[in-house]
């Protein structure tokens, strides 16, 4: 069993994953991941929330920046957010914010899906980081 005490921000996280309730509580679902994006923006600057929204990171081969990726959001240098509008997470989702906690070296990534009918919030943790901090 799995206490509060165990999970990585866990007041934080709560204070995301309700905006993101807040977000789809207000404009429901089938909308595309743009608007979530932005409602979310307005929902975490009104609970005071410290952010920076589509970070950049670069994808090198041999130390040539050969691509660029954004997260959504990273909040309080300490949790990457990923927003998907669909109804169900894939593995290329996962994978996908895996990548970013390995590039960026946090702990914790929360998956927000914003599906037709509800949103759906995962916790991704990077084990490599928790593991190498102990």
Do not use: W
């Not at 979310?40 to 929204?53: D, H, N, P, R």
């Amino acid at each position: 069993m799995i206490h509060k005490k165990d999970l990585i921000y866990p007041e934080l996280s709560y204070q995301i994953i309700g905006c993101a309730y807040d977000v789809f509580n207000q404009i429901g679902g089938g909308h595309k991941e743009l608007v979530y994006q932005k409602a979310m923006e307005i929902s975490m600057k009104q609970k005071q929330l410290g952010f920076t929204e589509q970070l950049y990171y670069p994808v090198k081969f041999n130390d040539i920046v050969i691509s660029k990726n954004f997260f959504d959001f990273c909040v309080d240098e300490k949790i990457v957010v990923e927003l998907k509008s669909s109804n169900r997470f894939t593995k290329a989702n996962y994978d996908q914010v895996l990548d970013y906690l390995n590039k960026s070296n946090l702990k914790l990534a929360l998956l927000i899906s914003f599906g037709q009918e509800e949103v759906r919030c995962k916790r991704v943790v990077n084990f490599e980081t928790i593991n190498s901090n102990e």
